[in-house]
């Protein structure tokens, strides 16, 4: 049996990192994991997806601020919403070869012995259209939330990812020159190489 490697793929907002690690989980044959993880997570915590989701979004969370009216425990509850999604990348990468998606897993597999760790960016000015074009945004809609989305990622990655977002990064992308199947073709090229697939 082959030996399993993962693939994680951070990505600025609308650089259209999730599509690109779909294709790219076709094009290789194995699973990738995004919004499923924020699903086990909410299962394993008894909590709505919606809850973890803002979570991962932002400690200012309206909803902790009603049950937490002085601010209490925010943060307790981001560190245990990681700790959750931590244990679940872990598990997956241990399961099977796949490309997990965000959630500093480049930061928690950082010792796995097969890993591929790739930055998916492109300009803004390609983002905005990416908004409005291919998810549908308003273009003030896409103009507020680029720059929000921006600076809640990389102060996550603060965090929880060992520093910025390149700091565990083997390769960075920008999708705007390839597409979305001509990131993943060369993607899945490198991939290939390095894991002698």
């Known amino acids: 049996m082959a030996e399993k490697y ?3 793929i951070s990505r600025q907002f609308a650089s259209m990192g999730r599509s690109i690690a779909k294709k790219l989980a076709e094009e290789l044959g194995i699973e990738f994991y995004d919004r499923d993880i924020v699903e086990q997570t909410a299962r394993r915590m008894g909590l709505p997806v919606s809850t973890i989701s803002d979570t991962e979004e932002s400690a200012n969370n309206i ?3 009603r049950i937490y009216p002085l601010g209490m425990a925010i943060k307790s ?3 245990e919403v990681f700790m959750v999604q931590q244990n679940i990348i872990r598990d997956l990468a241990d399961r099977e070869s796949c490309i ?6 480049d930061e928690v597999l950082k010792d796995h012995p097969r890993l591929l760790n790739v930055h998916v960016f492109a300009p803004k000015a390609d983002r905005l259209r990416n908004c409005v074009e291919k998810l549908g945004m308003d ?3 896409a103009k507020k939330t680029l720059p929000r989305v921006d600076k809640s990622r990389a ?4 965090v929880y990812g060992g520093g910025d977002e390149y700091v565990n990064c083997h390769l960075m992308l920008n999708s705007s020159q390839f597409g979305i199947e001509g990131s993943a073709h060369l993607l899945a090229l490198i991939a290939r190489d390095r894991f002698g697939l």
Do not use: L
């Not at 102060?155 to 603060?158: A, D, M, R, S």
């Open 6 to 8: 993962v693939i994680t």
């Open 63 to 65: 909803y902790y601020k």
């Open 77 to 79: 509850m981001q560190d």
């Open 100 to 105: 997990i998606v965000g959630r500093c897993a």
């Open 139 to 141: 273009e003030a809609t």
């Open 155 to 158: 102060g996550y990655h603060k």
